[in-house]
């Protein structure tokens, strides 16, 4: 697997890239892969790497060891905080999530233990979640005197519904990867050991697909979500029109009608 941590100047993130796959890795298990600001300047930086590296198909993200994906912020640095720097440290930390979430490529979380906080935001940033069967989620925000401040409040709503939403903001309850799946918090559970097999192979059926198709499904659904329902039509309809002119449909249409399998250029 090569490497290119040092060309980036990580110093919280383990970063690789192996084929099409980039693999980000939070490198904190001490402090079960807790974010702080370093942190968070780390993730922006590899993400921005994957997304301007077009041989990076998709990514995995996952955390060191085998407690925590991330166990949330640092809670030292939220002690000394101002809220002048609250607003700034929230608004750039839902900034990076933004980049995930739009990165034009698929992210998927491999959930392998605590996923608290601001680690359950980062999660619900990437456009799928698989859970090990020890994985634990929650936004317990509330209990230190704040609010879930990288998305939480918009993110958990739309995933789960403004229900269960409210029920796990307000209470600052955790739940099991179980559980997280009922709700349509996560996609999959499946045990530790096949975590990070059963995202390559998610990526891998991504991946037979044309890439100007997937870039494109995944600006519609995220962007469709942020508007109203006959606003995501018109906007699906220029994307479907766009896709309609590459050489991919071209392709994949022929591919179809010859019976074989289809080589797409990302073209």
Do not use: H
Not at 74 to 94: C, Y
Request: glycine letters at 10%; hydrophobic letters at 45%; proline letters at 3%.
């Amino acid at each position: 697997m090569s490497t290119t941590t040092t060309e980036l100047n990580l110093e919280t993130i383990l970063y690789a890239k192996k084929g099409a796959v980039a693999y980000v890795t939070l490198n904190r298990p001490r402090v079960l892969n807790a974010l702080n600001k370093r942190t968070w300047e780390d993730l922006k930086a590899a993400f921005e790497d994957a997304q301007d590296d077009a041989a990076v198909r998709g990514v995995i993200l996952t955390g060191a060891g085998d407690k925590a994906f991330i166990a949330g912020a640092d809670i030292n640095e939220i002690a000394q905080i101002s809220a002048v720097e609250a607003e700034k440290s929230s608004a750039f930390g839902q900034g990076v999530l933004d980049l995930i979430e739009n990165l034009g490529k698929p992210v998927i979380a491999a959930v392998n233990g605590f996923a608290l906080g601001g680690g359950c935001e980062t999660a619900m940033a990437c456009t799928i979640r698989i859970a090990a069967e020890n994985a634990k989620f929650g936004q317990p925000e509330v209990k230190l005197g704040v609010i879930p401040g990288g998305g939480g409040t918009q993110r958990l709503p739309r995933l789960v519904g403004k229900g269960r939403a409210l029920q796990l903001i307000l209470s600052g309850e955790m739940i099991g990867a179980q559980e997280a799946y009922r709700i349509g918090l996560v996609n999959e559970v499946v045990p530790a050991a096949e975590l990070i097999t059963r995202a390559e192979a998610i990526l891998k059926q991504i991946f037979s697909n044309a890439p100007l198709a997937v870039k494109y499904a995944l600006e519609a659904v995220n962007k469709g979500l942020e508007t109203s329902q006959a606003e995501g039509l018109s906007l699906e309809a220029s994307l479907f029109g766009l896709c309609a002119g590459t050489e991919d449909k071209k392709e994949g249409t022929q591919a179809f009608l010859q019976k074989r399998a289809a080589q797409f250029q990302g073209r």
